[in-house]
């Protein structure tokens, strides 16, 4: 099959959704498929790129949140997806990329599908501080992505959780396909770095978060549990590894706290690095209300490392209470610090049940369920199945 990916975001950015991309192409194209890739871009990698199967479209950041790019004019890719005889049109996204592909692929008769990544409907904060503002927005965005997911034949989304929110919301074919993780790199993976090499001692005990640092990602509640958590374990050390808007706002706040002696943020980690970081750390710590899917979560799980997360949304859905980590209410930072300290204390016995939870994530298997979703898109569109 020949498979077109419109995105906003890709290479080189890396985040979940540039990392879903990454993980289902190599897996379709082990399987004999074709995957041509579409994205934002800039001149610069517009003449650099090196990958024939990519396809940069010149676009503007979009200022609150630059990381995520508006293209100009993608049309112009429709000569392509002829050239190549494309079968089928994915897209993971929702922006001008997205719109594109949702026109060119109808106007082709092609089946549609779209991924439902982001719940940009809970990230009003970038548009106005304003409750009231925020709440038009939320509104406005769920009319949105109402709108244009209900154009694709099948949407698709990483979670139950997600599928059954967007449900509620009257969203139409909803189908639920994981984003999947290299299981054997995290499970394999981990030796080449030691705790030095992040800073750290090897008698430390290190709770761990990785992923980008917005506001979204709740790194508030750690950062106020953290007093509560040294209490019970004095040489608690807490590991934050990634770059983004709230860095600033995230430090600041351990230094009011008074526990900026306890905090190592390291900035963007680079990617061959995360096995060795997640090997080398106590307890996975993912706060966030703003997940799909959580794949740090699963990579901690992948990589034997237990998981506290906050009880919201899809990340609890990867974690099973008291198997392979703790739940705790994503609003209360007292109860973080118990259950965090209660992950620590049953950390061996985590560890051994985290692999195996994770293992139904795995690229094969979720890329399995994505090809089943393409032959029911075909279906639809009366191609038969490839």
């Known amino acids: 099959m020949r498979v077109a990916y419109y995105t906003e975001t890709y290479l080189p950015n890396v985040d979940g959704v540039v990392k879903s991309i990454l993980s289902s192409r190599e897996q379709l194209v082990k399987m004999g498929d074709e995957v041509y890739i579409f994205a934002c ?42 050239s190549k005889k494309i079968e089928l049109v994915h897209s993971h996204g929702m922006g001008t990329m997205g719109i594109a592909a949702e026109r060119i692929a109808r106007k082709r008769k092609l089946p549609f599908v779209g991924s439902f990544h982001t719940l940009i409907q809970y990230a009003t904060h970038y548009i106005s501080n304003q409750a009231a ?5 939320k509104k406005v965005a769920w009319k949105y992505l109402r709108w244009y997911y209900n154009k694709c034949d099948i949407t698709i989304v990483p979670s139950q959780t997600i599928a059954t929110l967007i449900e509620h919301n009257r969203f139409n074919n909803v189908r639920v396909v994981p984003n999947g993780i290299d299981i054997e790199r995290f499970s394999s993976k981990g030796t080449e770095f030691t705790r030095a090499d992040f800073g750290l001692k090897d008698d430390d005990a290190v709770f761990l978060f990785v992923g980008r640092l917005v506001a979204e990602k709740n790194l508030d509640v750690l950062i106020k549990a953290a007093k509560g958590i040294t209490k019970e374990i004095p040489e608690a050390r807490f590991v934050i590894a990634g770059a983004g808007p709230a860095e600033a706002y995230y430090k600041k706040l351990a230094a009011d706290q008074k526990v900026s002696d306890k905090f190592s943020f390291l900035g963007f980690v680079p990617d061959n690095k995360i096995p060795s970081l997640y090997k080398n750390s106590d307890v996975f710590v993912f706060p966030s209300k703003f997940e799909t899917q959580g794949l740090s979560g699963i990579e901690a799980l992948a990589s034997g490392l237990p998981v506290c997360g906050a009880n919201y949304l899809a990340v609890g859905e990867i974690i099973e209470d008291g198997v392979n980590g703790h739940l705790f209410n994503p609003d209360d930072s007292q109860d973080c610090a118990e259950k965090a300290v209660k992950t620590y204390e049953k950390r061996k016995s985590f560890s051994k049940n985290a692999p195996e939870s994770a293992k139904k994530y795995s690229t094969l298997e979720t890329t399995v369920l994505l090809k089943k979703v393409y032959a029911e898109a075909m279906d639809k569109k009366g191609n038969g199945k490839q």
Do not use: H
């Not at 003449?47 to 199967?53: A, I, V």
């Not at 503002?133 to 927005?137: F, R, T, Y």
């Open 133 to 137: 503002i925020q709440d038009i927005a």
């Open 41 to 82: 871009g800039t001149p610069q990698l517009m003449q650099t790129n090196q990958d024939p199967y990519v396809f940069y479209y010149d676009s503007i950041p979009f200022k609150p949140y630059p990381s995520y790019r508006f293209a100009i004019n993608p049309y112009p890719s429709s000569s392509i997806i002829d």
